[in-house]
């Protein structure tokens, strides 16, 4: 099998289970020519991605209360689904990318798949199904501004699972003090798997950028509006998750300053703004 094709099964397969199923060992990469592109995954119909306003998700604070955290967990669910879509948009949309940045993006994209079987299988044990809810497309609606692999990783590695960093710590505290330890250990482990995904971006970052530029003024640059880098950090700032990715003391300082950011689908800020 081809990694395109892999890459192109998840894209427009309507089925779950086919869009969750693991690469093969050996994928050829040998076909640099550009694949057909859609600016949207294939889903079935109950997972069609949803306006932002009528896929609502509870604030943080729901996680004390199941019914509101199975909401919470649907909803990251679709997140990493949309991680697994993206990368398999990504090795269709960068086919003449360094093979070693295709290799990391294949690595990740396993991941976001392992990711998303986890928090399926959670949300049944708590007797829930996907599609069960509304699924909003905040990843996907950004995809059209990631026309380099700098602006991918500096979107999704350095930005949305940079602020996983946060929000996976925070999650993770809030289940645990409701008493579900099996929650708190999934929020851990994708907390844990986070830190490699931010190294990759990080790595990349480096040798992508123009040498004279710093790691800084190059990631800020290659964000589109409305991205920006607040929203690369949750409400409270886990400095040793991005220490861990290997990101350098400045950026992270920098990272840390810019002032808490919530939770996506989250609450509103005073401004009635939804981050
Ligand atoms: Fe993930
Ligand atoms: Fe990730």
Redesign the pocket.
């Known amino acids: 099998m081809k990694l395109r094709d892999f890459a192109l099964r998840i894209l427009l397969s309507e089925s779950i289970d086919e869009k969750l199923a693991a690469p093969p060992a050996r994928l050829a990469d040998s076909d640099p020519e550009p694949a057909r592109l859609p600016m949207a995954p294939a889903r079935p119909r109950e997972l069609q991605i949803a306006r932002i306003q009528d896929a609502k998700v509870p604030a943080r604070e729901g996680m004390a209360d199941p019914a509101q955290r199975a909401r919470i967990l649907h909803a990251f669910a679709n997140h990493?689904l949309q991680?697994v879509e993206l990368g398999a948009w990504a090795l269709l949309a960068y086919p003449s990318a360094p093979s070693a940045f295709r290799r990391g993006l294949l690595c990740i994209l396993r991941?976001?798949q392992e990711?998303t079987r986890m928090y399926l299988a959670r949300l049944a044990a708590m007797g829930r199904r996907f599609g069960e809810w509304p699924v909003s497309g905040y990843f996907w609606n950004k995809a059209r501004h990631f026309t380099t692999p700098l602006q991918f990783v500096c979107a999704m590695s350095l930005t949305f699972e940079n602020a996983?960093l946060d929000h996976t710590r925070a999650y993770a505290r809030s289940a645990r003090a409701a008493g579900d330890a099996a929650t708190a250990a999934l929020l851990e482990r994708?907390h844990t798997?986070?830190v490699g995904?931010v190294r990759f971006g990080w790595r990349w970052l480096r040798r992508l950028k123009e040498p004279a530029e710093s790691m800084w003024d190059a990631y800020t640059r290659a964000l589109a509006p409305p991205l920006e880098p607040r929203r690369a950090r949750g409400e409270e700032f886990h400095a040793g998750g991005r220490a861990a990715a290997g990101l350098d003391a400045e950026f992270i300082e920098r990272l840390r300053s810019l002032g808490p950011s919530h939770a996506f689908g989250g609450k509103r800020r005073a401004g009635g703004k939804r981050t």
């Open positions: 990493e991680a991941d976001e990711h996983n994708v798997d986070e995904h």
